[in-house]
């Protein structure tokens, strides 16, 4: 009597222990066709989870240990959900089965997505990478040396435009004033000195001529050139004072310290900290902000808007390598179009081929079928 209630109760318990989610997938002795998989599976479920705490500890300030731990548990819980959906399309009885598919689908893709997104992340970032800082402190040296000259020149430029528009204007008063059809300040006279005064940022007084005799005029006219000379020369040497400081500006000692320690970053990349090459990066392109930024100011005068335009380029306050690093900014990028096609499309590749031979080893090799 008490073996048949004990038949029984097996009997009973079989429905309920196909209703569990959290069954043991391999309940049964592993074969040696699923010892052979779960070898290669945990080969690449290393490689993955390699990949994602990688590319995490690049993106948050937690340890290498535990970014791995957070790389196994997204594979782990991903193979999990293979299970479940392995279940739900057994032979044998699964209470729920369409529920138990669905949420193994959903969890499958939501854990898969992340370890996913991270791996990608990590094999285009180890493939770009190197070149990409190499670039990076060429082209800022490059631009931290023409920033000075660029800025002079803009200078040089706006002032010589200046004293043409000065010059031509005098030359255009004098001849208005001895201008035999009316002679002495008319209208015409007028109206250019308003130019010039404009052009000086102060009103140009203007003197009387003795008489109106051609050799009085001519006198007067030199007389009026002479002063507005003077004052062109006041305002070229508040301009000339704007450059100098505008160059003690620039080169700081921060300058030349800067410009070394790029020297030595190219020269000696593959032997340089990396630590110490993103501090140099990050320093490097800080100071040229700075630099731009005060230059964006100085060009903001309606005397420099006029006549001449800063020929800078205006580059992203953190290094594009650096901006790599995080997952999330870096995928930002990815999505707005801004990457290496090539390389980008081969990572992709390389990550899913690492992922899904972990799951195709997982789901047909490693969990048992229900011939076995």
Same mark, same amino acid.
């Given at each position: 009597?008490?073996?048949?209630?004990?038949?029984?109760?097996?009997?009973?318990?079989?429905?309920?222990?196909?209703?569990?989610?959290?069954?043991?997938?391999? %309940?049964?002795? /592993?074969?040696?066709?699923?010892?052979?998989? =779960?070898?290669?599976? $945990?080969?690449?479920?290393? *490689? !993955?989870?390699?990949?994602?705490?990688?590319?995490?500890?690049?993106?948050?300030?937690?340890?290498?240990?535990?970014?791995?731990?957070?790389?196994?548990?997204?594979?782990?819980?991903?193979?999990?959900?293979?299970?479940?959906?392995?279940?739900?399309?057994?032979?044998?009885?699964?209470?729920?089965?369409?529920?138990?598919?669905?949420?193994?689908?959903?969890?499958?893709?939501?854990?898969?997505?992340?370890?996913?997104?991270?791996?990608?992340?990590?094999?285009?970032?180890?493939?770009?990478?190197?070149?990409?800082?190499?670039?990076?402190?060429?082209?800022?040296?490059? %631009?931290?040396? /023409?920033?000075?000259?660029?800025?002079?020149? =803009?200078?040089?430029? $706006?002032?010589?435009?200046? *004293? !043409?528009?000065?010059?031509?204007?005098?030359?255009?008063?004098?001849?208005?004033?001895?201008?035999?059809?009316?002679?002495?300040?008319?209208?015409?006279?007028?109206?250019?000195?308003?130019?010039?005064?404009?052009?000086?940022?102060?009103?140009?007084?203007?003197?009387?001529?003795?008489?109106?005799?051609?050799?009085?005029?001519?006198?007067?006219?030199?007389?009026?050139?002479?002063?507005?000379?003077?004052?062109?020369?006041?305002?070229?040497?508040?301009?000339?004072?704007?450059?100098?400081?505008?160059?003690?500006?620039?080169?700081?000692?921060?300058?030349?310290?800067?410009?070394?320690? /790029?020297?030595?970053?190219?020269?000696?990349?593959?032997?340089?900290?990396?630590?110490?090459?993103?501090?140099?990066?990050?320093?490097?392109?800080?100071?040229?902000?700075?630099?731009?930024?005060?230059?964006?100011?100085?060009?903001?005068?309606?005397?420099?808007?006029?006549?001449?335009?800063?020929?800078?380029?205006?580059?992203?306050?953190?290094?594009?390598?650096?901006?790599?690093?995080?997952?999330?900014?870096?995928?930002?990028?990815?999505?707005?179009?801004?990457?290496?096609?090539?390389?980008?499309?081969?990572?992709?590749?390389?990550?899913?081929?690492?992922?899904?031979?972990?799951?195709?080893?997982?789901?047909?090799?490693?969990?048992?079928?229900?011939?076995?």
């Amino acid at each position: 009597m008490s073996e048949r209630v004990v038949l029984l109760s097996q009997e009973h318990l079989k429905p309920i222990i196909h209703m569990q989610i959290f069954t043991n997938p391999l %309940e049964k002795p /592993l074969s040696r066709k699923q010892i052979f998989s =779960a070898l290669l599976f $945990a080969l690449f479920l290393g *490689a !993955s989870v390699w990949a994602t705490g990688e590319s995490i500890a690049r993106s948050v300030a937690l340890p290498k240990f535990f970014t791995y731990i957070i790389g196994f548990a997204a594979m782990a819980a991903a193979s999990f959900c293979l299970s479940m959906i392995h279940k739900s399309i057994s032979d044998s009885y699964v209470n729920k089965r369409i529920q138990l598919l669905i949420i193994g689908l959903i969890g499958w893709l939501f854990f898969w997505s992340g370890s996913f997104t991270s791996n990608t992340h990590n094999i285009y970032f180890l493939m770009v990478v190197d070149e990409m800082r190499q670039e990076e402190l060429r082209n800022i040296k490059n %631009e931290l040396q /023409l920033i000075k000259d660029k800025s002079v020149a =803009a200078f040089d430029i $706006a002032k010589g435009r200046y *004293a !043409s528009a000065i010059e031509n204007n005098i030359e255009n008063m004098k001849y208005e004033i001895i201008n035999e059809g009316q002679l002495g300040h008319g209208p015409k006279t007028d109206s250019i000195l308003a130019v010039i005064s404009n052009l000086l940022g102060s009103e140009v007084t203007r003197l009387d001529p003795r008489s109106n005799s051609r050799a009085d005029l001519q006198s007067h006219a030199r007389q009026m050139a002479t002063k507005i000379r003077e004052m062109k020369q006041h305002k070229l040497r508040e301009i000339d004072d704007r450059i100098k400081n505008l160059k003690k500006f620039i080169e700081k000692p921060q300058y030349q310290y800067i410009l070394l320690q /790029l020297d030595t970053a190219i020269n000696n990349y593959d032997h340089e900290p990396m630590d110490d090459i993103k501090m140099i990066l990050r320093n490097s392109y800080s100071h040229y902000n700075q630099c731009f930024d005060y230059l964006q100011q100085l060009f903001e005068d309606e005397f420099l808007k006029e006549n001449s335009r800063l020929q800078l380029n205006n580059l992203p306050k953190t290094p594009e390598s650096v901006e790599l690093e995080n997952i999330a900014r870096s995928w930002q990028q990815f999505l707005k179009g801004n990457f290496d096609s090539w390389h980008f499309y081969l990572a992709i590749i390389w990550a899913l081929i690492i992922d899904l031979a972990c799951f195709i080893l997982y789901f047909f090799g490693v969990l048992p079928n229900e011939d076995d």
